[in-house]
């Protein structure tokens, strides 16, 4: 709770001053307060936030309140702003998304008559309730105990008991309709970035993007019987999290969990520990490096093998040329006169796939590379899929070794605010670790550089910024792009590859 009390002394006639540039500032966007403010009269609240309200709306403005979360200071008023400042769903444009039948642009008004439209935003593993399912309904209502369509993965879900959400409490309602947002418990198969709709009227709304994970470790329990409590607790993780990848190793056996940085994997081994009881062993982070081709190769490549049976016998004509950076892969097919059959296409580009996963240089995955299947041969008896799939794995492994490979880093975009007179310090650091210093700004008396950095700089930052600063600096990062490793570093990481080097580059 709080209380309020009556503004002190000698702190009037600072906040006279401030409420008169408000008043100023009011005026510029409602007529009416300007010829009151001008006019000596007096303006109530009621205008007053109003205005206020209008200016926000027209971006003209963007209210700041002061508050602490600790002991949950000012977080009352700062509640209080949102319905009294912020657009509520009838002030902002009418949602748009895609018919997935026709393709066609569908619009949605936040109208209970309109058909249902809703987004499903965050996924929560409930220890009482089992998964919680956030959502925000756009148009239409939602009803406990209905049925509703998920869109996104054409299947149906139940909505088993709709909730309204107060923080750690929870309302059971029976109808949530446009505009609000509220938590169904009885979903099987949607997850975060769903469209909920009508089956007869469908929509799919605006997915969320999602970035790739840039950092890894391996994880195990220190224990065998917890093994199978680590699968269950990793599954219901990722179903929280989106930007959270599992994979088995296929080489170790080990497990490895994939995020977005050291603090994104710490919290959540740190859920594992508090939430589901887990005793897990982490090993040090390792960087998600990527690798791809610099220049257009073509290549043919026969795979004949006799047995003392069936023979093996596939031959393919592809042409790789790499990609812009983010494009990905992508695969083109022109074959014409039935060279290799239409049933082995797919088999080709299944074992580009799998010859992608194992890359060129040093075992990482290769990106944005086309692969176009030229032409190719085959064989009556002996041409089987697999025959097919070993091949293109093979030509394409050949053909990439020629078109001069790269090996790529994640760089993070890196915001630092210092205080000045550790600035050079600061600077001085991140050129050690690579790093480019894009921008240099003040803000509120401090320094703000802006930089790319590789992220393998970036392991243990907090402490070197903490020790360079005398603890006043604070630093955030996202993740950037991938950009080519430099020549030497690239070929510590190859030595290492190949067991010829202990070395790790920084």
Not at 168 to 177: A, D, H, L, S, Y
Not at 236 to 242: G, R, V
Request: proline share 6%.
């Amino acid at each position: 709770m709080y209380e309020e009390v009556p503004i002190p002394d000698d702190m009037k006639d600072e906040v006279e001053e401030y409420r008169e540039k408000l008043m100023e500032a009011a005026s510029d966007v409602d007529e009416s307060i300007m010829e009151k403010y001008l006019g000596g009269k007096e303006v109530t609240l009621e205008e007053l936030q109003s205005a206020i309200r209008k200016g926000t709306l027209g971006l003209k403005f963007t209210p700041i309140l002061c508050g602490a979360a600790f002991k949950n200071k000012g977080v009352q008023q700062l509640l209080d702003a949102v319905p009294a400042y912020l657009p509520s769903p009838l002030d902002v444009p009418a949602i748009k998304g895609i018919n997935p039948n026709t393709q066609e642009e569908v619009v949605r008004k936040a109208d209970i008559k309109e058909p249902v439209a809703a987004l499903a935003f965050k996924i929560i593993a409930d220890p009482f309730v089992g998964q919680l399912a956030y959502f925000r309904v756009y148009s239409g209502e939602l009803t406990s105990g209905s049925y509703i369509y998920n869109s996104t993965k054409n299947v149906r879900e139940r909505i088993g008991r709709l909730l309204r959400m107060h923080a750690n409490k929870r309302e059971e309602v029976k109808v949530i309709g446009a505009g609000d947002i509220a938590a169904a418990i009885g979903f099987k198969k949607t997850f975060t970035g769903d469209t909920l709709c009508l089956e007869d009227q469908p929509v799919v709304l605006e997915a969320i993007s999602f970035p790739q994970p840039v950092i890894s470790v391996a994880i195990e329990p220190k224990t065998k019987p917890e093994q199978d409590k680590l699968s269950d607790c990793l599954i219901k993780l990722q179903q929280e999290d989106p930007t959270f990848e599992v994979k088995i190793d296929p080489e170790t056996n080990q497990t490895i969990i994939s995020g977005m940085g050291e603090l994104h994997l710490e919290i959540l081994v740190d859920r594992m520990r508090r939430e589901f009881s887990l005793d897990v062993h982490v090993s040090k982070p390792q960087v998600a490096f990527r690798e791809t081709i610099t220049k257009g190769v073509e290549h043919s490549y026969k795979h004949v093998k006799q047995t003392g049976g069936r023979g093996q016998y596939g031959h393919v004509e592809i042409y790789v040329e790499p990609r812009k950076p983010g494009e990905g892969f992508e695969f083109v097919n022109k074959i014409v006169g039935g060279s290799i059959p239409r049933e082995y296409i797919p088999a080709v580009q299944k074992g580009i796939d799998e010859a992608m996963g194992r890359g060129i240089l040093c075992g990482y995955s290769v990106v944005d590379v086309r692969v176009t299947l030229l032409d190719g041969s085959h064989h009556e008896v002996d041409s089987s899929e697999m025959a097919f799939k070993i091949c293109a794995s093979i030509a394409f492994q050949e053909a990439c070794k020629k078109a001069r490979p790269v090996l790529l880093e994640p760089v993070m975009d890196v915001e630092i605010v210092t205080p000045e007179e550790f600035m050079g310090d600061v600077i001085g650091n991140l050129n050690s670790k690579r790093g480019k210093v894009r921008e240099l700004s003040d803000r509120a008396g401090a320094k703000v550089i802006r930089a790319d950095v590789p992220l393998a700089g970036m392991f243990g930052y907090s402490t070197d910024l903490r020790s360079a600063t005398q603890g006043r600096a604070n630093y955030s990062m996202e993740f950037s792009k991938y950009d080519v490793v430099p020549n030497n570093i690239a070929e510590e990481l190859i030595a290492k590859s190949k067991g010829t080097s202990s070395e790790v580059p920084a």
